[in-house]
């Protein structure tokens, strides 16, 4: 599967932003999908991911509350809707396609989307 992830930009704190993730191949609907993000200096980490059917959906702690993950399995897109956006929450983040049983594992990645937040 191929994934291309889109709509980050350069926004106030407090504002939003909605990511996609566009996937070809025929195995989107059958694999969950994590976002990730990697700000400058730091490890890329795991923000949120859902399961193939949409059931099951984790989110770091730190954006709960603020972020929500969906999917359209018709569209083979993902999304990722940010509101009440930090300063911290600058960096860029990755779509990913991967398994997830007891643990979400990513297996293939999209390009990164730049996200900026302005205090």
């Known amino acids: 599967v191929q994934l291309q992830a889109s709509g980050g930009g350069l926004v106030q704190a407090g504002g939003s932003l909605r990511l996609s993730c566009a996937a070809s191949?025929?195995?989107?609907?059958?694999?969950?999908i994590g976002w990730y993000r990697q700000a400058p200096g730091k490890q890329r980490e795991l923000v949120a991911f859902?399961?193939?059917?949409?059931?099951?959906?984790y989110y770091a702690d730190d954006v709960k509350g603020r972020f929500s993950i969906s999917r359209d399995n018709v569209k083979n897109t993902a999304y990722l809707q940010m509101n009440s956006l930090k300063p911290e929450d600058t960096a860029i983040y990755y779509c990913?396609?991967?398994?997830?049983?007891?643990?979400?594992?990513?297996?293939?990645w999209g390009q990164g989307t730049q996200v900026t937040v302005s205090s």
């Open positions: 990913s396609a991967g398994a997830y049983s007891m643990e979400y594992v990513p297996g293939y």
């Open positions: 859902i399961s193939s059917g949409g059931w099951t959906k």
């Open positions: 191949g025929s195995t989107f609907s059958i694999s969950a």
